[in-house]
């Protein structure tokens, strides 16, 4: 028991300190191996100590698209020094502001660590860095410039790592090579150049001081910006090479009184070098290096690359003098400092080749890569969007036409807003060509709607542009959130212009590593759309600047096969207020375009969107437009756009709706030319303008009595310009109104066979073009009898002349009227005079003596009274023949008259004769028969003339009324014969 008190007595009595010291020392244990684990667990991750990444740098060439060097990217020139060239001067001033211990530690500097420690402790982590040289060019090679733990263990792991694999001369050498002095510089031997003019065995003790303390912060101690800040710390740089005995201190004084300036190159913003060494070109530039980081791994400032371009340098610089100059276009004045802006990029339309870009009016002459108006600025499109969301998906998917009526009229949104027009106005039913050349925003929303907004979002998005979705109805006139670029524009418009195929816009064509690997690049190339549809959009695009009253016209250039759209954009009501917007003003202006070669879109506006475009400066990107594409096509021959198969052209009438085909009859003034696409051309033509077709005219009919046939005969005359296609219908109805033939004939005349003597029939002439026929010509033909028909029918005309003669002849219609309707009472009254002259004629026959020349002048008035009645000379006197026949057989009929019966049925033997010889073709007969009736004619002159006892004035006055009234008996008799069809066949008598 006491035992055990007493070891727990001198337990107790162990001292404080010792349990302390005991206590640190554990935790300094246990913090050593947490550490020791940390840093081999970050050392465990280090990269590899690639030879390739410590080889120093070599500046990215530029190549043009003919393989020309154009730019180096990188620094101007990057000079390799080696360390035998390396003057003392030049490494006492690095080791001394660097790392003056360089020769004696082993890549990590434990004495400077310790320091660094402390002062990280005590003034914040990263107050001051521990680095040697060694660890710098581990820095520079592999690691980034993040100020970590894991950076800095990765970072001393490979220092210590790297001394054992190089010599001290050659991490030295790596070290000079890789130091980054500004305006793009690398390497101490370029700087030398770049700032004095000078190899570094000629450096003064500034100059070298100047160039040992720019590392530190190139950008901040530049002589050309920072003049004050770089003497300062050239001043720190020559205190530290006296403090290290590597100059005395005279040597200090004297160069410290040394001005900044002296010795120093001059050179203004022009001259200096940010981005590359080149003659311009910094915006394609720009767009290179960006697409270089994208391609791959590569350091496009390091890694020495060759990269192939697509770069038209003529182009490029066409472009940057146009923005940069105010020869071409007379830019607006700068409004709240800002100036006027315009991006551009110009594309080659077969590929998507980059061929130019405008980054903006004097670009990147204050800054290195400065703000890319082509490409890095995202502005609603306005109308330029029309095409992509509106009509082109109408095509894709609804295979409209360009001649699709939409009717532009006051219109709603889904949310009761109400869109305008930019003229307020509203031109009700017009075709989705004119909506368009015309800019009208409904007919677009309306077209956006038909097609679909999902339809349109995909028919966008195979053009390069990712829209937000769903889209709205403003979206169809450019109202779309996340906004577009030049450069997206510029890809879409092209694809139109490409039969449809989309091309992904580069600028890189192939990249050269210095081992020798080649690098193909690969584009995104797709089909995007039908080629009628990329032609038919284009067509209507060429109207938007060929006609002098649609919107893009000031684009116009003259010859030149180019399609186009243009496109403005809005203030909001509360932007407008808020700013003090004037009214007609907008944020941003763009036109795009394209040609079979060349594709370029423009927008220009200011960068802050408060700042508007009023008036004409709205117009200025039409005319960078005209002026970049009059550059690029000057010495080029440019085809024109070539229509598929699948597209059709047709004229059409204008105001049809469904459109219809022009007819030869439509005014010019009246048709336009559209674009079907294959198999939805329209079929039916308008026949707003077209004329009925005429009637056939002079339809005559010969009876053959021998052959059973009729030979129909007509005339047809159509106006000059009335290119129809005509054939002729002839239908042939026996009495009582059956059909018993219909024909077709190309020809004006035809015969028509089996006709049966002793009928009548009707025949009927129709003129007909597809769809189309005329009023109807007819003509009678009676064969009851033989005789009679076989002279008479042969004469018969149609009813449609006889309607023209008769308004032509008022005389002869009053004869034909006479002669059909009262034939039967005259006929009575004529037979008892012509009885009555016969008894005079017998009982008086010496006056027969006495008048007989008077009688045969009277004979021949008869007859010109005849042929004038008729109009024709020969068929009267085969007209008159007929009525003396048919006069006589009245006569024979009376019992008291038997000789004048006997001459009457000779003359009627001899006529029936004659009149079947004239249906052979012989004239012969015409003359037997005129002496035949002219005999008869004088028989019954003289009759009249002794009956009445009058004087051979008075006889012939009443011969010719018998004459006249005997001819009238005659066609009654005919009419009696003819039946119902009484009166057609006096009017062909007539």
Do not use: C
Request: glycine share 6%.
């Amino acid at each position: 028991m006491a035992e055990q008190k007493s070891r727990m007595e001198r337990r107790k009595k162990k001292p404080l300190w010792l349990k302390l010291f005991f206590l640190i020392l554990l935790l300094g244990l246990a913090g050593l191996l947490t550490g020791a684990g940390v840093f081999a667990y970050y050392a465990n991750q280090a990269p590899p100590l690639n030879e390739k990444d410590l080889v120093d740098p070599a500046a990215s060439q530029i190549l043009d698209k003919d393989g020309n060097v154009v730019a180096a990217i990188g620094n101007k020139k990057r000079e390799q020094v080696n360390y035998d060239e390396i003057p003392g001067l030049v490494e006492d001033a690095i080791l001394a502001t660097e790392d003056v211990r360089f020769y004696e530690h082993f890549g990590i500097d434990p004495l400077r660590l310790g320091g660094a420690i402390i002062a990280n402790i005590t003034e914040g982590f990263g107050s001051e860095g521990a680095s040697t040289l060694t660890q710098q060019v581990i820095k520079r090679s592999f690691l980034s410039s993040e100020k970590s733990l894991k950076r800095k263990a990765q970072e001393a792991w490979l220092a210590v790592k790297l001394e054992q694999e190089y010599s001290k001369q050659e991490i030295f050498e790596m070290y000079v090579n890789k130091i980054y002095y500004s305006d793009n510089i690398y390497g101490i031997a370029t700087a030398a150049d770049y700032y004095f003019d000078k190899e570094l065995d000629e450096l003064t003790l500034p100059q070298a001081a100047l160039l040992a303390g720019m590392p530190q912060s190139p950008n901040g101690y530049n002589p050309y910006d920072h003049p004050e800040r770089a003497k300062e710390r050239r001043d720190i740089v020559l205190s530290l090479m006296e403090e290290h005995d590597k100059i005395t201190h005279e040597e200090r004084m004297k160069a410290e009184k040394t001005p900044i300036t002296e010795g120093l190159v001059k050179r203004d913003d022009g001259e200096r070098t940010y981005l590359s060494a080149s003659d311009g070109y910094e915006a394609f530039i720009d767009v290179v290096i960006s697409e270089v980081d994208a391609i791959g791994d590569y350091n496009i400032y390091e890694d020495g690359l060759k990269i192939h371009t697509t770069l038209d340098p003529d182009a490029q610089s066409a472009i940057e003098d146009m923005l940069n100059k105010e020869d071409a276009i007379d830019y607006p004045e700068d409004k709240d400092g800002q100036p006027f802006q315009a991006g551009i990029t110009l594309l080659d339309t077969k590929n998507g080749a980059i061929r130019a870009v405008g980054g903006g009016r004097n670009y990147a002459k204050s800054t290195k890569r400065a703000f890319n108006f082509a490409t890095d600025t995202s502005r609603q499109p306005g109308s330029v969007i029309k095409p992509i969301l509106a009509y082109g998906p109408a095509i894709e998917y609804k295979k409209w036409s360009t001649a699709h009526i939409v009717n532009d009229e006051e219109f709603e949104y889904e949310n009761g807003e109400e869109p305008h027009n930019w003229d307020g106005k509203y031109k009700g039913e017009i075709t989705i060509r004119e909506a368009l050349w015309d800019s009208r925003n409904i007919p677009a929303i309306k077209t956006f709607n038909e097609a679909g907004h999902e339809n349109a979002a995909d028919f966008a998005k195979k053009l390069g542009l990712n829209l937000e979705e769903p889209l709205m109805e403003s979206a169809a006139i450019g109202g779309i959130s996340k906004g577009t670029s030049p450069l997206q524009i510029a890809g879409a418009y092209a694809a139109f212009g490409n039969g449809g195929t989309y091309n992904e816009p580069y600028t890189v064509t192939k990249i050269e590593q210095r081992d020798g690997k080649t690098l193909e690049t690969n584009h995104e190339s797709h089909q995007a759309m039908e080629d009628y549809t990329s032609y038919m959009v284009t067509d209507m695009l060429k109207d938007v600047i060929k006609k002098p009253e649609a919107t893009g016209y000031k684009a116009n250039i003259s010859g030149l096969p180019v399609a186009g759209k243009t496109g403005t954009t809005n203030y909001s009501e509360d932007s407008v207020e808020k700013y003090n917007i004037p009214e007609d003003s907008s944020p941003d202006s763009w036109f795009a375009g394209y040609t079979t070669d060349y594709t370029a879109a423009i927008w220009t506006g200011y960068q802050d969107r408060k700042n508007p475009l009023t008036g004409n400066e709205k117009d200025i990107a039409k005319k960078i437009f005209k002026h970049v594409m009059a550059n690029v096509t000057e010495e080029k021959d440019t085809e024109d756009f070539k229509k598929p198969d699948s597209v059709v052209e047709k004229k059409i009438e204008e105001g049809t709706n469904p459109p219809k085909l022009a007819s030869s009859f439509t005014p010019e003034d009246k048709i336009s030319t559209e674009l079907f696409v294959k198999g939805e051309v329209p079929k039916q033509e308008s026949d707003e303008f077209i004329p009925e077709l005429p009637a056939p005219e002079g339809l005559s009919a010969d009876y053959d009595k021998d052959k059973a046939t009729v030979q129909l005969d007509w005339d047809y005359e159509q106006n000059e310009d009335d290119d129809r296609e005509v054939h002729f219908e002839v239908e042939a109805s026996a009495e009582g109104g059956s059909s018993i033939t219909d024909k077709e004939t190309d020809e004006t005349e035809i015969t028509i066979p089996s006709i049966k003597s002793g009928e009548s029939y009707t025949f009927t002439v129709r003129a007909v073009s597809e769809e189309e026929e005329s009023d109807p010509a007819s003509i009678v033909v009676d064969t009851d009898t033989e005789e009679e028909d076989s002279t008479s029918n042969g004469d018969n005309q149609s009813s449609s002349q006889q309607s023209e003669e008769t308004d032509s002849d008022g005389e002869n219609e009053e004869d034909s009227s006479s002669s059909s309707e009262d034939g039967n009472k005259e006929e009575d009254t004529e037979n008892e005079t012509d009885n009555q002259s016969e008894q005079e004629n017998e009982e008086e026959t010496t006056a027969e003596n006495n008048s007989d020349q008077d009688t045969a002048d009277q004979n021949d008035d008869n007859q010109e009274d005849n042929s004038g009645a008729t109009g024709e000379g020969s068929e009267n006197e085969e007209s008159d023949e007929e009525e003396n026949e048919e006069e006589q057989d009245s006569d024979s009929s009376d019992e008291s008259s038997e000789n004048s019966d006997e001459e009457t049925d000779g003359d009627e033997t001899e006529s029936s004769e004659n009149s079947n010889e004239e249906n052979n073709g012989e004239n012969e007969s015409n003359n037997n028969e005129s002496q035949n009736t002219n005999a008869n004619q004088d028989s019954q002159a003289e009759n009249n003339n002794d009956a009445a006892g009058e004087d051979p004035e008075t006889a012939e006055e009443e011969n010719s009324q018998g004459e006249s009234e005997t001819n009238q008996s005659a066609d009654a008799a005919d009419s009696d014969n003819t039946g119902e069809n009484g009166s057609d066949a006096a009017d062909a008598e007539d």
